[in-house]
């Protein structure tokens, strides 16, 4: 099986910088997603392709990915950015997707 | 607007069986691939299933393979997740997803807002 690891936890002032890391063996030959999920609702796409973002998600959300880490940035970080984030990813070897763990983005 | 309602989840005793229902309504639904997805109480998202409408191939989780089965019904617009031997770790949240084209392989990008299932005697 294919893993991606995430850290569990991350805590960022307002204003500041956000970086979620995922990290899988080889992850920059593949193309990455991320999600996110605030409490109580569905997950929701953020960032597709490595680094695209669907219409209604702001600029302060960036995606990259090389080597063996994608990266989630959000810059400019705001109150209603808590919540969990996810990354993903289909691992065409076994024909399944993949989720990371999950990290719980805390702004304090 | 896309709009997934699933249906179906509830309490179930272990070794029995479970169907679940996603109604998909505002998009072609033979054009997209669809997808289940698991969330058990207080933990991350588990892929559950995926189906691709136009090579007919389904995909499987390992945890599940064997035991579920996808499908769906292209005329009353429903995505299935037919689940058999249910064991106490299927306990989860299960989210109905649309993928962004016809492919499996591509990303998510409409999500319902699923429907428990409790497996527990």
């Known amino acids: 099986s294919y893993v991606l690891t995430q850290p569990l936890s991350l805590s960022v002032a307002p204003g500041r910088t956000a970086t979620i890391t995922c990290g899988g063996n080889?992850?920059?030959?593949?193309?990455v997603q991320w999600y996110r999920q605030k409490s109580g609702q569905a997950p929701a796409l953020l960032i597709y392709?490595?680094?695209d973002r669907p219409s209604g998600i702001p600029e302060r959300f960036s995606g990259s990915n090389s080597g063996n880490t994608a990266t989630l940035t959000i810059s400019r970080v705001e109150v209603g950015d808590e919540a969990d984030y996810y990354c993903?990813?289909?691992?065409?070897?076994?024909?399944?997707?993949?989720f990371g763990g999950g990290t719980k983005l805390t702004v304090l | 607007e896309v709009r997934l309602v699933e249906s179906g989840g509830g309490l179930v005793q272990p070794g029995r069986s479970l169907r679940l229902s996603c109604a998909a309504s505002?998009?072609?639904?033979?054009?997209?691939?669809m997808h289940w997805v698991r969330q058990a109480p207080g933990k991350g998202l588990e892929w559950v299933s995926s189906?691709?409408?136009?090579?007919?191939?389904?995909y499987y989780g390992d945890s599940v393979k064997g035991r579920f089965t996808i499908s769906g019904d292209s005329a009353k617009r429903s995505l299935y997740l037919q689940m058999a031997r249910l064991r106490t770790e299927d306990t989860a949240l299960y989210y109905c997803?649309?993928?962004?084209?016809?492919?499996?392989?591509?990303?998510?990008?409409?999500w319902g807002q699923g429907t428990l299932v409790t497996v527990s005697s």
């Open positions: 505002g998009f072609s639904f033979n054009d997209y691939a």
């Open positions: 189906v691709n409408w136009n090579s007919g191939s389904m």
């Open positions: 392709y490595d680094s």
């Open positions: 080889n992850i920059g030959s593949k193309s």
């Open positions: 993903q990813l289909w691992h065409s070897g076994i024909n399944q997707w993949v």
């Open positions: 997803v649309k993928g962004y084209s016809s492919y499996s392989s591509d990303h998510f990008d409409h």
